[in-house]
T-cell receptor
Framework: EAGVTQSPTHLIKTRGQQATLRCSPI?????VYWYQQALGLGLQFLLW???????NRGNFPPRFSGRQFPNYSSELNVNALELEDSALYLC?????????????FGPGTRLTVL | GEDVEQSLFLSVREGDSSVINCTYT??????LYWYKQEPGAGLQLLTY?????DMKQDQRLTVLLNKKDKHLSLRIADTQTGDSAIYFC?????????????FGGGTRLMVKP
C-alpha cells in the first residue's frame, strides 16, 4: 500500500512569490494535516482538513491557506513568501476525524525562499 | 498551552540499550507517539501508547508511560547504527486541540560502532 506522497520534493522561490505544495493521503484516509518544520522552531501544526473542510488551524498568518479535494488530496498555498517561510513542510494523513487517530507522514517538501 | 520537552542529544555504543525521555504538560493527553526522522526524510511512526496504558513492547522498542509524572520514555534494545536519527515524541488531545500533534524538540541519537 502506498504511503503519503508529496510534491515537489524541493521548491525554490523568491520573496513575495507564491508557493503551492501538494499531498496525496494514504488510500482510505480522509484527514490531511500540514506541519511546518523550520530550523530552530521544531515541528508546528499548520492546518487540518477532513472531508473537504478545514477543521483546525495553527498559529500561522492567513497567507498560509489550503484546500482538500474530493479525492482527499490536498494543497497548501503560501502567498507573499517571506525568508522565514523556508522550511520542510510535512503532510500527514489519518483515517478518522473527531477522535485521535494515528497520523502517517509523507517525505516532505523542502521550500527555500531566497 | 501544551508543552512537550526532550533532551537534545544521546550517544550510545552499538549493541547497548538507548533510552530517550520525554515530558509533557497536558494531563488530558490521550495518545502519545514516537516518530523517527532520518536526515532529509519525513517522520516515520515507530510506536504509540494510549494514556490508559503503562507499557507497550514492540520488538526492540519498549514504551513506558508514567501518567502521574507526565513522563514518557522509549527504550531501544540492541541499538544499531541504523537507529541513528532524530526521535520525536508527540502528544494529542483531540478534545482540546482538534487532532493536532504537539511535538517535542527531538532527541538526536548517535550510535557509535
Amino acid at each position: 500500500e502506498a504511503g503519503v506522497t508529496q510534491s515537489p520534493t524541493h521548491l525554490i522561490k523568491t520573496r513575495g512569490q507564491q508557493a503551492t505544495l501538494r499531498c496525496s493521503p494514504i488510500s482510505g484516509h480522509t484527514s490531511v494535516y500540514w506541519y511546518q518544520q523550520a530550523l530552530g522552531l521544531g515541528l508546528q501544526f499548520l492546518l487540518w482538513y477532513d472531508e473537504g473542510e478545514e477543521r483546525n488551524r495553527g498559529n500561522f498568518p492567513p497567507r498560509f491557506s489550503g484546500r482538500q479535494f474530493p479525492n482527499y488530496s490536498s494543497e497548501l498555498n503560501v502567498n507573499a513568501l517571506e525568508l522565514e517561510d523556508s522550511a520542510l513542510y510535512l503532510c500527514a494523513s489519518s483515517s478518522l476525524a473527531g477522535g485521535a487517530d494515528t497520523q502517517y507522514f509523507g517525505p516532505g517538501t523542502r521550500l527555500t525562499v531566497l | 498551552g501544551e508543552d512537550v520537552e526532550q533532551s537534545l542529544f544521546l550517544s550510545v555504543r552499538e549493541g547497548d540499550s538507548s533510552v530517550i525521555n520525554c515530558t509533557y504538560t497536558d494531563s488530558s493527553s490521550t495518545y502519545l507517539y514516537w516518530y523517527k526522522q532520518e536526515p532529509g526524510a519525513g517522520l516515520q511512526l515507530l510506536t504509540y501508547i494510549f494514556s490508559n496504558m503503562d507499557m507497550k513492547q514492540d520488538q526492540r522498542l519498549t514504551v513506558l508511560l508514567n501518567k502521574k509524572d507526565k513522563h514518557l520514555s522509549l527504550r531501544i534494545a540492541d541499538t544499531q547504527t541504523g537507529d541513528s536519527a532524530i526521535y520525536f515524541c508527540a502528544e494529542i488531545n483531540p478534545y482540546n486541540a482538534g487532532n493536532m500533534l504537539t511535538f517535542g524538540g527531538g532527541t538526536r541519537l548517535m550510535v557509535k560502532p
